[in-house]
């Protein structure tokens, strides 16, 4: 599915709306954030890194948008109470979430099965399924408490065209767009819309990783792909559910 022609987002599509942004460091993740924050959201910013989150925190109060919060978080060693805190520092300072992009992604190794190495699958397959999926149910309660949430899931151009050597990336990702279609349809009498995204060819240190002798001066930056990411996080795409959405 595609982003409607010509869609045009108000300065403030996303005025007060609280928006949890994972992966939010740095690529994709801070290119949406930035945006999201210049369209009025509240932005929680979630990494591994500190500093860079610290950075684009920085970037946000420069432009004059609402202060954004910081969380920081291991999705590789995180447990059952990490996870709790960071839903009760939201709760305790927002009360709800109208918003949660889950962006924040691992390639793992790309590798033949009978080869891959057993430790790096399941780290990958972590990462990009499980944690989805326990940030998403700890979640649940938060974004219930907004009149119009969304849950933006990433997916990838290798889920509707698999092929050799993509290891558990890919099957991670065909897990995540399928909890993206449960979750879509057990969501269906809720105020609450859940799609995925395909942010295609971007210069990105994950699609670094995945083709190295890329020429990177041929892809877009992630600044240029943020609008899809707009309108399923606001209101604009009201109704929209199940689906999933192509970035180019």
Sequence with gaps: MSLPESYAPLTDLLRDRVILITGASGGIGRAVALAAAAHGARVILHGRNVPRLEAVYDSILAQGQPRPSIAPLDFETAGAPE???LIAAIEKEFGRLDGLLHNA???????????HDVAKWLRTVHVNTNVPFILTQRCL???KQANDASILFTSSG???RPRAYWGAYLVSK?????LMRMLADELENQ????NSINPGKVRTNLRLQA????DRSTLPLPESVVLPYLYLLGPDSRGVSGQTFDCQ
């Design 83 to 85: 996870f709790d805190a």
């Design 105 to 115: 992604a691992m390639l793992g190794e790309r590798a033949p099965v009978e080869h």
């Design 141 to 143: 309660p938060l974004l």
């Design 158 to 160: 290798v889920v509707p």
């Design 174 to 178: 065909w897990g995540s767009d399928g």
């Design 191 to 194: 105020p609450i819309r859940v």
């Design 211 to 214: 083709y190295p002798a890329e």
